[in-house]
């Protein structure tokens, strides 16, 4: 019989209840015990929903990220959150986010520190926080909250798998604060793992997963030899562990992964398949062989017939130790399709969500158990799905694909090089030295969501809409001129989200409703569906740009989302390669561009915040995307005259290593996330001479701390070593609409007084 498990679950809940939950608590509005309670009826809903499946992960539950769980299990937390009043969860949201409780009565205990640095899980859009070490790093064991969900798990009769990160990963993806060797710490951190897995195992766990999706990326000799140096010492306990790979290839890995002394592997045979039978002939005759046959990250229904033709096979020639699953945690996918009412109905029939990833396991679970006989109903509606899918006349669009036809190499370059073009913007703009900006979005406030949802119940007409929207950019106008930045923005009051705004506007793209998805912490988007050919239909934001212009002199930045970031946040066509896609996105921008332009704007930000995160995990592979993403930017970007300068903004990747191929972008000012990271992204420019404008982040806008002058002007001045202060601009590390007028005004006056002050002091 093939056994059926799931890696991860989504913990914000169907209708985002946690995201509430936490962000009443954090404001002072609701009690500790609420949140722990609003807490256990989500664990105790998902497992339900998961209860058809032989064993279901438990651990994957989060207040706020599980590499953050997993640096609080093994006892490493940075020295600056200790000494404060509170308990550890306290020092839990004061890692995650700067501070934990917002009231009078927790001021002493909830005091702010910087938050820990927060970068993107692998070549996904979720963020974790990145682990700390020193070369003098402890660790010890606090199992306390995944043994009091393992037992409310046991309490409910839930046969439980619990999900833990690995020893490697751990170390692999955290940050050395002295440049001291992570491996170096392999040794303390070992002896922590087993004493967790021996808790376990006293607990009555069968299975542990443990998670090490580093092995799907190229490793050296020292980091491959660390995980024989870490199962070796594990190998002893009294528990079998199941080690969880995902997101990737194993490739040259294969044979160190299948001899690993651990008693079950498990590959995503949706980017991996090709390891499958490599593995099978390296693994040994006793081990599990687990297969992630459902794509977790994509909401496309299963082929379940294609998947059935290559997995039957296999499963007769393992027998029992053949387990199959989602390729990897459920935490990208929405919840629940069920909940999708107003979704067009032909879209809906070619969708499956985390619930409906597991009825798809189950059908092939039976398919394989009981022959497809007993589950032919379900097999022939999927087919029925696929097929409608395939041969939609919806999907294609001749003109698209004409237009593809047409992009040819100079579509991407600019009229002029750069050092001439910042002349004539120079002249133009007439800006100071140090200019300072923001990055595109102010607070979305409860007048703006209110407004946002009353038109769209019908309850105010679209005139009256658009006159709060005008209101609102008007007070963001206003207060940044009282504030005394540089170059303004309108502060897009108008659009929900930086990428289902501009998919509402396109052709080729359907929404969700409840189609929620974490980023990080609290925050949740909603990623618009992208099923068919790119177009424009008609222009999408001149309209709000020209008039935040008319309420000012100074100038007005058009803002944009960029096709590299529009992709790789949306949940992306499977039926063609990404490149035709991006490319597809890239003309509709360049339109809009070109139409802003048009219009009198001369300063147009086209953000590309998730550039980095399409990267290839394997650096081999990097070359070929890094050609077509940063061409797809430059189609979208370079149809303008030298005066209109174009910005593009990134946060929260590791950039360094790619900072060549974000130079050869040429768009004229980059911004930049450095605040959390202490500017260690200027380290980049050490052996690389960036050749135009940046704005290095100075104010972490993911926490509610704000940020003092000195703090700024320290970064800034750090900044001014590498990069000529003459190309140095002074921005937040990313937009504002997630925090709140009172947090906002007072650290941009912060720092438009720090640029001041540089702009006296930095020679």
């Known amino acids: 019989m093939v056994t059926t498990h799931n890696l991860g679950f989504p913990r914000i809940g169907a209708m985002r209840e946690l995201k509430f939950a936490l962000e009443s608590y954090w404001k002072g ?137 690995g020893p490697v990963t751990y170390l692999a993806i955290g940050k050395s604060k002295d440049d001291s060797d992570r491996l170096a710490l392999l040794p303390r951190l070992l002896p922590v793992y087993g004493e967790l897995l021996d808790k376990l195992a006293a607990q009555g766990v069968e299975w542990v997963q443990i998670d090490e999706p580093i092995l799907v990326t190229e490793l050296d000799a020292e980091w491959q030899h660390a995980f024989n140096i870490a199962y070796h010492h594990l190998k002893s306990v009294r528990i079998k562990l199941l080690l969880a790979t995902y997101f990737g290839q194993l490739l040259e890995n294969r044979y160190l992964a299948a001899n690993l002394p651990v008693a079950g592997i498990h590959v995503d045979a949706i980017n991996g398949r090709d390891d499958i039978q490599p593995l099978l002939n390296l693994m040994p005759s006793f081990k599990v062989l687990s297969l992630g046959v459902i794509n977790g990250r994509n909401i496309w229904k299963t082929d379940l017939n294609e998947t059935l033709a290559w997995l039957e096979p296999l499963a007769k020639q393992l027998g029992e130790r053949l387990w199959i699953a989602p390729s990897c945690s459920l935490l990208h996918v929405p919840v629940d399709l069920d909940n999708e009412q107003k979704l067009d109905g032909e879209i809906r029939s070619w969708l499956a969500f985390a619930k409906q990833k597991l009825e798809e396991l189950a059908v092939l679970a039976a398919a394989l158990n009981r022959g497809v006989d007993a589950v032919k109903e379900e097999l022939d509606a999927n087919r029925s ?198 490319n597809q996105l890239a003309l509709a921008i360049r339109e809009e561009v070109l139409d802003l332009e048009e219009s009198g704007v001369r300063v147009i930000q086209i953000d590309e915040a998730a550039l980095r995160e399409g990267l290839p995990l394997r650096k081999s592979q990097w070359k070929s995307y890094l050609d077509w993403a940063v061409e797809s930017f430059r189609i979208a970007a370079n149809g303008v005259q030298d005066e209109t300068q174009i910005h593009t903004h990134m946060c929260y990747s590791e950039f360094n290593d790619i900072i060549a191929a974000i130079a050869e972008m040429d768009a004229d000012v980059i911004t930049i996330e450095t605040s959390r990271s202490d500017m260690e992204l200027l380290d980049a420019f050490d052996h690389f001479k960036y050749p135009n404008e940046i704005g290095p982040g100075v104010y972490d806008i993911h926490s509610p701390n704000i940020p003092t002058q000195e703090h700024m002007v320290g970064l800034m001045k750090k900044a001014a070593e590498r990069v000529p202060a003459e190309r140095l601009w002074v921005n937040p590390d990313c937009g504002l609409k997630t925090r709140q007028w009172n947090e906002v005004i007072p650290a941009l006056a912060n720092m438009v007084t720090a640029a001041k002050i540089l702009r006296a002091d930095v020679v």
């Open 385 to 582: 799905a696929i097929e409608s899918r395939r041969n939609s006349p919806r999907v294609s669009n001749p003109l698209v694909k004409a237009a593809l036809d047409k992009i040819d190499a100079q579509l991407g370059r600019r009229r002029s090089p750069y050092s001439q073009r910042a002349a004539k913007q120079a002249a133009l703009l007439k800006l100071p030295r140090f200019p300072t900006t923001t990055i595109g979005s102010f607070p979305q406030t409860a007048e703006i969501r209110l407004a946002r949802r009353r038109f769209k119940a019908g309850e105010i007409d679209a005139p009256a809409y658009k006159s709060a929207m005008k209101a609102e950019i008007e007070r963001s106008v206003r207060e940044q001129e009282a504030l005394g930045l540089d170059v303004l923005v309108h502060g897009e009051a108008e659009r929900n989200d930086m990428v289902e705004y501009f998919g509402e506007q396109l052709d080729g793209y359907a929404f969700s409703e409840y189609g929620w998805v974490q980023s990080y912490g609290s925050r949740c988007v909603k990623p618009p569906i992208l099923f068919g050919d790119i177009s424009r239909p008609k222009v999408m934001t001149v309209e709000w740009i020209k008039y935040a212009q008319s309420l000012t002199a100074k100038p007005m930045k058009g803002m944009l989302t960029g096709p590299m970031t529009i992709l790789n946040w949306s949940f992306v066509r499977d039926d063609q390669p990404r490149s035709v896609s991006c």
């Open 29 to 165: 509005q609701s009690s500790r015990a609420g949140l722990e309670a609003r807490g256990a009826q989500l664990r105790k809903q998902h497992w339900q929903m998961q209860s058809g499946l032989d064993w279901t992960p438990v651990g994957d539950f989060s207040f706020y990220d599980q590499v953050l769980d997993m640096s609080f299990m093994l006892g490493n937390l940075p020295e600056r959150v200790f000494g404060f009043q509170g308990d550890a969860l306290d020092n839990y949201f004061r890692v995650a986010r700067g501070r934990s409780v917002q009231s009078a009565e927790h001021a002493q205990c909830c005091a702010g520190v910087a938050a820990g640095e927060m970068t993107k899980w692998f070549d996904t859009n979720y963020h974790y926080i990145v682990p700390e070490f020193t070369a003098e790093t402890r660790f010890k064991l606090d199992a306390s909250r995944l043994l009091e969900q393992l037992a409310e798990a046991s309490a409910q009769g839930v046969k439980a798998k619990p999900v833990i990160i």
